[in-house]
Protein backbone atom coordinates (compact mmCIF):
# COMPACT_ATOMS: atom_id res chain seq x y z
CA UNK A 1 0.00 0.00 0.00
CA UNK A 2 2.85 2.34 0.77
CA UNK A 3 4.28 1.70 -2.75
CA UNK A 4 1.67 2.62 -4.56
CA UNK A 5 0.85 5.69 -2.18
CA UNK A 6 4.30 7.10 -3.18
CA UNK A 7 3.95 6.19 -6.99
CA UNK A 8 4.85 2.72 -7.21
CA UNK A 9 2.41 1.08 -9.51
CA UNK A 10 4.44 -1.49 -10.22
CA UNK A 11 3.26 -5.29 -10.39
CA UNK A 12 6.97 -7.25 -10.71
CA UNK A 13 8.41 -8.11 -7.26
CA UNK A 14 11.14 -6.51 -6.11
CA UNK A 15 14.59 -8.30 -4.70
CA UNK A 16 14.83 -8.78 -0.71
CA UNK A 17 12.90 -9.49 1.89
CA UNK A 18 11.37 -13.26 1.40
CA UNK A 19 12.93 -16.31 2.20
CA UNK A 20 16.57 -17.18 2.06
CA UNK A 21 18.40 -19.03 0.16
CA UNK A 22 17.81 -22.91 1.01
CA UNK A 23 20.57 -24.41 2.28
CA UNK A 24 21.63 -28.16 1.17
CA UNK A 25 22.64 -30.63 3.97
CA UNK A 26 25.39 -32.05 1.75
CA UNK A 27 26.65 -28.87 1.10
CA UNK A 28 26.90 -28.26 4.86
CA UNK A 29 28.25 -31.59 5.58
CA UNK A 30 30.95 -31.26 3.29
CA UNK A 31 32.39 -28.40 4.64
CA UNK A 32 32.06 -29.55 8.08
CA UNK A 33 34.44 -32.79 7.08
CA UNK A 34 36.73 -30.48 5.23
CA UNK A 35 37.21 -28.23 8.66
CA UNK A 36 35.73 -29.44 11.38
CA UNK A 37 37.03 -26.54 13.83
CA UNK A 38 34.74 -24.11 11.24
CA UNK A 39 32.66 -21.98 13.98
CA UNK A 40 29.22 -21.25 12.87
CA UNK A 41 29.49 -18.18 12.04
CA UNK A 42 32.03 -19.16 9.54
CA UNK A 43 29.08 -21.52 7.87
CA UNK A 44 26.45 -18.85 7.92
CA UNK A 45 28.87 -16.67 5.96
CA UNK A 46 30.15 -19.22 3.63
CA UNK A 47 27.00 -20.74 2.71
CA UNK A 48 25.15 -17.43 3.19
CA UNK A 49 22.59 -18.24 5.68
CA UNK A 50 21.93 -17.24 9.34
CA UNK A 51 23.30 -18.72 11.66
CA UNK A 52 20.16 -20.10 13.34
CA UNK A 53 19.78 -21.58 9.91
CA UNK A 54 23.06 -23.85 10.37
CA UNK A 55 22.45 -24.38 14.34
CA UNK A 56 18.72 -25.84 13.82
CA UNK A 57 20.74 -28.02 10.53
CA UNK A 58 23.43 -29.17 12.62
CA UNK A 59 21.26 -30.08 15.17
CA UNK A 60 18.88 -31.80 12.99
CA UNK A 61 22.44 -33.55 11.78
CA UNK A 62 23.06 -34.85 15.58
CA UNK A 63 26.25 -32.73 15.28
CA UNK A 64 27.38 -31.04 18.39
CA UNK A 65 30.74 -29.05 18.47
CA UNK A 66 33.27 -29.74 21.65
CA UNK A 67 35.98 -27.18 21.53
CA UNK A 68 36.89 -28.16 25.01
CA UNK A 69 40.20 -29.22 24.08
CA UNK A 70 43.31 -29.20 26.14
CA UNK A 71 46.76 -28.96 23.96
CA UNK A 72 50.14 -28.97 25.75
CA UNK A 73 52.30 -26.00 24.72
CA UNK A 74 56.14 -25.59 25.66
CA UNK A 75 56.94 -22.88 28.20
CA UNK A 76 60.34 -21.13 27.64
CA UNK A 77 63.24 -21.49 30.04
CA UNK A 78 62.27 -17.59 31.29
CA UNK A 79 58.85 -18.84 31.84
CA UNK A 80 60.02 -22.28 33.69
CA UNK A 81 62.16 -19.98 35.92
CA UNK A 82 59.12 -17.28 36.78
CA UNK A 83 56.60 -20.34 37.65
CA UNK A 84 59.77 -21.58 39.98
CA UNK A 85 60.01 -18.15 41.83
CA UNK A 86 56.29 -17.76 42.49
CA UNK A 87 56.13 -21.34 43.64
CA UNK A 88 58.84 -20.86 46.25
CA UNK A 89 58.13 -17.07 47.02
CA UNK A 90 54.32 -18.52 47.94
CA UNK A 91 55.77 -21.62 50.09
CA UNK A 92 57.97 -18.80 51.80
CA UNK A 93 55.23 -17.11 52.57
CA UNK A 94 52.87 -19.59 53.34
CA UNK A 95 55.60 -21.20 55.93
CA UNK A 96 55.38 -17.42 57.66
CA UNK A 97 52.12 -16.41 57.42
CA UNK A 98 50.12 -19.79 56.80
CA UNK A 99 48.06 -17.77 54.13
CA UNK A 100 47.07 -21.00 52.19
CA UNK A 101 44.00 -21.38 54.97
CA UNK A 102 42.31 -18.64 54.11
CA UNK A 103 41.72 -19.44 50.43
CA UNK A 104 38.21 -20.25 49.33
CA UNK A 105 37.74 -22.14 46.43
CA UNK A 106 34.85 -23.18 43.81
CA UNK A 107 34.23 -25.38 41.15
Request: proline share 1%; glycine share 4%; with cysteine.
Amino acid sequence: MLSYQTGDTSLEDKKGGGRNRVLENEELRTLVEQNPCITVKELAQELDVSTGTISNHLKASNKTKKMDTWITHELTNEQCLRRMEICSSLLLRHKNESFLKRIITCD
